[in-house]
């Protein structure tokens, strides 16, 4: 499948970069590479481009994208460890930081990554698919008072406490296996639901796949060790989509303010 990924708030994030052509720009989000195509654009060959991806796949593709630029050091890894990423590069300060937050489009549409509540594949939800820990593996091995707490708070889901039950009493006659599967278990905990506020296992599958990412816990620090690596005058720009990342990411700059 083809890596698509429209870069969201593109123009936003190139202006609010305020890219200096031989600065040195670390994408922590490289994914289909379309912010970092455009800060390559605005780099002089004494520039450079870090890009960093947990997905493996997306790195192979963005160093195709972005061939023709030399001027880039690919890491497979997490925006988490920005700080001893840049230690092991021998690189103290940074011009500017890129964080796009959140699963790629790609992610969401490749059916064995196991994303999506709309398509029918094994429960994986792994953005580096290198580490142990999958969705199949949170739904079938942790306790419901943990299911239950997870789903509320990380998916803000009000019949947390049903679905994660539906689950447990599921899994006791058989694995729970494929996204369908939990799909189903969902709708049947969920008496009703407003069409209008999007599928029934929308928040269910947000809470699992951050979960199995680690998305929330380490934010607070990853923005404090990101401007901590800033020059003087460096720009940090990080897209949040959900209340989750931005409430982190708010209590991280209003902290490092004080």
Do not use: C, W
């Given at each position: 499948m083809e890596f698509k990924h429209k870069p969201v708030l593109l123009e936003e994030c190139i202006q609010g970069l305020n890219i200096n052509p031989d600065g040195i720009y670390v994408d922590g989000t490289l994914g289909g590479a379309g912010h970092s195509l455009e800060i390559l654009k605005k780099l002089s060959p004494k520039g450079m481009l870090i890009g960093i991806d947990r997905d493996i796949e997306a790195?192979?593709?963005?160093?195709?994208?972005?061939?023709?630029?030399?001027?880039?050091?690919?890491?497979?890894?997490?925006?988490?460890?920005?700080?001893?990423?840049?230690?092991?590069?021998?690189?103290?300060?940074?011009?500017?930081?890129?964080?796009?937050?959140?699963?790629?489009?790609?992610?969401?549409?490749?059916?064995?990554?196991?994303?999506?509540?709309?398509?029918?594949?094994?429960?994986?939800?792994?953005?580096?698919q290198t580490q142990k820990l999958t969705a199949k593996e949170v739904i079938n091995q942790y306790k419901e008072e943990e299911l239950s707490k997870i789903i509320y708070e990380y998916g803000e889901e009000k019949f947390a406490k049903q679905i994660a039950k539906n689950i447990v009493e599921k899994r006791k006659k058989a694995p729970i296996e494929t996204t369908k599967e939990l799909v189903d278990i969902i709708r049947q905990a969920v008496l009703y639901y407003d069409k209008n506020a999007g599928h029934p296992a929308k928040r269910t599958f947000q809470a699992i796949r951050i979960e199995v990412n680690n998305e929330i816990e380490p934010l607070y620090n990853t923005v404090k060790n990101a401007i901590e690596r800033l020059k003087q005058g460096g720009r940090l720009c990080i897209i949040t989509f959900h209340s989750l990342e931005d409430r982190a990411v708010k209590k991280a700059y209003n902290d490092a303010l004080r």
């Open positions: 790195l192979e593709v963005a160093k195709q994208k972005l061939k023709q630029y030399p001027n880039v050091k690919y890491v497979h890894g997490n925006h988490d460890d920005i700080k001893e990423i840049l230690e092991k590069l021998q690189i103290d300060k940074v011009d500017g930081i890129l964080l796009d937050l959140g699963v790629s489009s790609y992610q969401i549409d490749t059916e064995k990554r196991g994303f999506s509540y709309m398509l029918n594949s094994e429960l994986d939800m792994r953005m580096d």
